[in-house]
């Protein structure tokens, strides 16, 4: 197992572009989670599928923000129109349930950084 | 809502010092607890997680016990080494739901040989 992987792990781009991130979560898993951390705070929740369906998203998701996961594989998180308030690290967790400790175990990935100039 | 509350760092100890990161929450329910560290350019990896009260978790000599009656999960470790220098989150998730994770703002170690 390889873990969770992101792609990019940086992106600077101009304000106003549209940029798009992908995760990949660990295979077996079948919840995948979206968080933005900003510098010195913690992940903020944006986020989450279920399979491939979408069942909660926080308020931090503007109508710019979409996130996709088809065949509830792979994700990606879309930015419309990027703003500099959008400069951020992106976080991908991926889990399933554990029947041994009883609770969805979140495993993260390396992030993705953009820069939004 | 919830919510998690962390001792503000940064902190910086010396090499074999004790060390408590102090941690509170505020939730409804029964939440589950964690710790998550986070090395210099890496991500979060789970650290240590207890999931009712009165459970301990450990992990690298690291531990914390779930204290439902003073809303407290504290990081204890006996005796630091420099490569536990990183930043160490906080975090619950309630039973239901999502499962999302609510994060505190961190706290930053430092360990100096």
Not at chain 2, 76 to 104: H, I, M, N, P
């Amino acid at each position: 197992d390889t873990g969770v992987s992101q792609d990019p792990r940086h992106k600077i781009t101009k304000r106003g572009q549209n940029v798009t991130f992908r995760c990949d979560p660990i295979s077996e898993h079948n919840r995948l989670y979206w968080y933005r951390q900003t510098l010195g705070q913690g992940p903020e929740f944006l986020t989450y599928f279920q399979n491939e369906a979408q069942l909660e998203k926080s308020r931090l998701l503007s109508d710019r923000f979409s996130a996709e996961r088809p065949k509830g594989s792979f994700s990606t998180l879309e930015i419309q129109r990027t703003e500099q308030g959008d400069s951020a690290m992106y976080l991908c967790a991926s889990s399933s349930w554990s029947d041994r400790v009883g609770v969805y175990e979140q495993y993260f990935g390396p992030g993705t950084r953009l820069t939004v100039t | 809502g919830n919510s998690v509350t962390q001792m503000e760092g940064p902190v910086t100890l010396s090499e074999e010092a004790f060390l408590t990161i102090n941690c509170t929450y505020t939730a409804t329910g029964y939440p589950s607890l964690f710790w998550y560290v986070q090395y210099p350019g890496e991500g979060l990896q789970l650290l240590l997680k207890a999931t009712k009260a009165d459970d301990k978790g450990s992990n690298k000599g690291f531990e914390a016990t779930y204290r439902k009656e003073t809303t407290s999960f504290h990081l204890e470790k006996g005796s630091v080494q420099v490569s536990d220098s990183a930043v160490y989150f906080c975090a619950l998730s309630a039973f239901q739901g999502a499962q999302k994770l609510v994060f505190g703002q961190g706290t930053r170690l430092t360990i100096n040989p």
